[in-house]
């Protein structure tokens, strides 16, 4: 189980994560200092519920605070959900905040620990501001 490779770079939308029982995708905006991260959580298999399902923050970037939404702890058999993570900028980062991933599969114990790093970059929470010129330029 290893996190899909889509995101080299942070992005807006993707998949963050996906393995023969589970995808995850992500979908990014920012405004103003403010970001908003939905996580769609999918159980790709036909017959099995996914268990014990947590999402732990497990890197805190000093510069971002994170509040992550409420977590269902099943997944039905192709059932999809969405878990949305509100951010704020509160200075400078250059490290972005992880997550714990862990989930059993029809009612086995949860797999290790997998760590998810979310696609937040600093640059994502700035906004542009107009050009002044100066008198006499064109």
């Known amino acids: 189980c290893t996190p899909a490779t889509s995101f080299k770079t942070p992005q807006e939308r993707g998949i963050l994560y996906e393995d023969q029982y589970l995808q995850i995708g992500l979908q990014s905006q920012y405004t103003r200092g403010r970001g908003n991260i939905v996580l769609y959580f999918g159980n790709k298999h036909a017959g099995a519920q996914l268990t014990n399902v947590s999402l732990v923050q497990t890197v805190q970037s000093p510069g971002v605070a994170m509040t992550p939404g409420p977590m269902p702890a099943v997944l039905e058999p192709k059932q999809q959900l969405q878990v949305s993570i509100g ?3 509160l200075g400078p980062f250059t490290e972005a905040p992880a997550l714990a991933l862990n989930y059993g599969v029809a009612g086995a114990p949860a797999l290790n620990a997998m760590q998810l790093r979310l696609p937040v970059a600093m640059h994502k ?6 050009r002044l010129w100066a008198a006499g330029m064109g």
């Open 87 to 89: 951010l704020t900028c």
């Open 125 to 130: 929470f700035m906004v542009g501001r107009p």
